[in-house]
C-alpha cells in the first residue's frame, strides 16, 4: 500500500491485521509512533505521520510505543503476540508446522529466530510453543472423544500423540478424567465419524454471493456447491504425510455463524482445516468499515466478501489457466488437470474424487504434458515455473507474506503479468488493496477503457480496492473477464 496519509488513515481506523507491518503511524502530541493495529486512543488525521518502516519513524524523533511494541510488527524480526501471533505463529503451529518440522521451522517461517519465538509465547500465553502446541492437541482430543466414535487409540493419534500411554496420562493431569470419562460426557457421536464445528463471522454476511461466484468456479471431481452448502476435497500435509479428505461449508441456522463439517479423514488436521476455511469465507472482514470507504459502491451488498483460496499454489494455478479466457473454460481446464493429475481419494464422496496436485507432482510434468490438455504451451511452462518455485521454497502463497516482494517474484516468471499477479494477492495473499485493474469486467463496471483509467478511478477505494473489486464483478451483466495484458 502506498503511504498516502487518507488511505493510511483510513486501515488505521480499522484496525484490521493485514495493514500490521505495512506502515507505522506517528502522533505529533505525543511523539510516540505504533502500529496500525493499536488499540491505544486515535488520534486526529492531522496529528498523524505515517511511515513506510519503524527506523524512518524513530528518525524523525517519534519513540515506539509501549503498548502495542512496533518492534514486533512483522517485517521488524518479530510478529505481535496478541493481535499477529493469533494469525500467523499460533496458526502455524495449529496447522502442524511445529510436529512436523519443530520450532526452528515456525520461526524461519515468520522470518525471525527460535529464541525470539519463544520469548513471544511465553509473553503472550505464559508457556513455550511446545507446550502451545500440546495444548491445542488435548483440546482436539477432547473434542473427538465427545463428538465421534472414534476408538481412543485412533483419537490419540489423530491428535498428534504418538505414544498412547503419554496421551492417557496428560488427559488425566489436564482434566481430572480418564478418556473414556470425557467420551461419556459427550454429547454424542455423529455416525459417519464427521465433526461439525462453528465460525463467527460478523454480519452483514452474503452467504448466496460468496456461494455464486464458487459455484460458477466449481471444478468436477474437487469441489461442488449444492442446496447453500459448499463441499471440497482438502489435502493437507501431517506429521507423518498428508491428510486428504472432504470438508463442507454452509450457514448456520443461527445468524453471525457458518457451520463447518470436516470429515473422519481430516480430524488429524482440524485447526489446519478452519484455518482454510477462514481464509476462504473471509470471516475477518470488517463489513461497515469497508462499507463506509466504499461508498455507494458497497451500498446494494453490503455483506459482500472477497473469497480466499483453499490452497496458494492451487490458485495461482487456476489463475493461470483462465488468462484470456472465460470462466468456463478456465473452469474446465482446471477439471482436466485435477482429473489428470489430482491425488484420488481413497473413499470418493459423491461427486468429489480428487484433491488438487500440489506443487511437488506438477513440478515434475514436461511442458507438453500440460499442454496436452488444451493450455497453450507457454502456459504450460508458466505453471511448472511456479509449481518449481512453490516446491522449492522460493514463494510462498499464504496470508501474511510481504506483499511487494511476492508479486514482483511472481512478475519474474514468464506469463504472469499484472492481471494475474493482482489476483492472485487478492484472493491467495488475502490482500485488501489488490486491484487487477487489467480485468476488463471491473473496466466495463467502470465505464472505463483502459487499465490506467481504471486504477484512477480506484483510488478513491484504498485500501480495499479488493472489496470494490468484488462489489465491481457482482454488478448485474458484470462477469470477471481476464486482462488482455496476461
Not at 518479530?78 to 518440522?101: K, N, Y
Request: include cysteine; glycine fraction near 10%; proline fraction near 6%.
Amino acid at each position: 500500500m502506498r503511504l498516502d496519509p487518507t488511505q493510511c488513515y483510513r486501515a488505521l481506523s480499522s484496525h484490521d491485521r493485514r495493514f500490521d507491518g505495512r506502515f507505522f503511524v506517528g502522533v505529533t502530541s505525543t511523539g510516540i509512533y505504533c502500529r496500525p493495529v493499536c488499540r491505544a486512543r486515535r488520534a486526529r488525521p492531522d496529528r498523524c505521520r505515517f511511515f513506510a518502516t519503524a527506523a524512518r519513524a524513530e528518525a524523525d524523533g517519534f519513540r515506539p510505543c509501549l503498548r502495542c511494541r512496533p518492534e514486533l510488527a512483522p517485517g521488524n524480526a518479530a510478529i505481535d503476540a496478541g493481535e499477529r501471533l493469533a494469525a500467523a505463529a499460533a496458526s502455524l503451529v495449529e496447522d502442524g508446522l511445529l510436529d512436523r518440522q519443530g520450532v526452528d521451522a515456525v520461526a524461519a517461517r515468520l522470518g525471525i529466530t527460535a529464541r525470539h519465538l519463544r520469548r513471544v509465547f511465553e509473553a503472550e500465553f505464559g508457556v513455550s510453543p511446545i507446550a502451545f502446541a500440546q495444548t491445542q492437541r488435548l483440546l482436539l482430543a477432547k473434542r473427538l472423544l465427545a463428538d465421534t466414535a472414534l476408538p481412543v487409540t485412533e483419537v490419540a493419534l489423530a491428535s498428534g500423540f504418538t505414544s498412547l500411554r503419554r496421551f492417557n496420562a496428560l488427559v488425566r493431569t489436564r482434566y481430572g478424567m480418564t478418556p473414556l470419562a470425557l467420551r461419556s460426557a459427550g454429547r454424542g457421536a455423529r455416525g459417519d465419524g464427521a465433526i461439525d464445528c462453528t465460525l463467527r463471522v460478523m454480519p452483514p454476511y452474503d452467504w448466496a454471493a460468496i456461494t455464486t461466484f464458487l459455484a460458477t468456479r466449481a471444478v468436477q471431481g474437487l469441489e461442488e456447491v449444492r442446496g447453500g452448502t459448499v463441499r471440497r476435497v482438502l489435502r493437507l500435509a501431517r506429521a507423518a504425510g498428508s491428510a486428504a479428505g472432504v470438508v463442507e461449508v454452509g450457514p448456520a441456522p443461527k445468524a453471525g455463524l457458518l457451520r463447518v463439517r470436516v470429515g473422519p479423514t481430516l480430524l488429524g488436521v482440524v485447526p489446519a482445516v478452519l484455518a482454510r476455511v477462514k481464509r476462504v469465507f473471509d470471516v475477518t472482514c470488517r463489513p461497515q468499515e469497508i462499507r463506509r470507504i466504499l461508498g455507494g459502491l458497497g451500498d446494494g451488498a453490503p455483506g459482500l466478501r472477497v473469497p480466499g483460496a483453499f490452497d496458494g499454489f492451487e490458485l495461482a494455478v487456476r489463475a493461470v489457466l483462465g488468462q484470456q479466457v472465460s470462466v468456463r473454460a478456465a473452469r474446465m481446464l482446471t477439471s482436466r488437470l485435477v482429473a489428470a493429475w489430482g491425488e484420488p481419494l481413497e473413499v470418493p464422496s459423491g461427486a468429489l474424487t480428487h484433491a488438487f496436485p500440489d506443487a511437488e507432482r506438477v513440478r515434475r510434468l514436461r511442458p507438453h504434458d500440460v499442454s496436452g490438455i488444451g493450455v497453450p504451451l507457454a502456459r504450460a511452462r508458466t505453471i511448472i515455473g511456479i509449481a518449481q518455485r512453490v516446491a522449492e521454497g522460493r514463494l510462498v502463497l499464504e496470508p501474511g507474506v510481504p506483499i511487494t516482494a511476492t508479486i514482483g517474484e511472481l512478475r519474474a516468471i514468464p506469463g504472469v503479468g499484472e492481471w494475474t499477479a493482482e489476483y492472485i494477492a487478492m484472493r491467495a495473499l488475502g490482500w485488501p488493496d489488490a486491484f487487477p485493474a487489467g480485468d476488463l469486467g471491473v473496466q466495463r463496471a467502470l465505464g472505463v477503457s483502459s487499465a490506467r483509467e481504471a486504477r484512477a478511478r480506484a483510488e478513491a477505494w484504498r485500501p480495499w480496492r479488493a472489496y470494490a473489486v468484488m462489489h465491481l464483478w457482482h454488478q448485474p451483466h458484470v462477469a470477471p473477464l481476464r486482462g488482455a495484458s496476461d
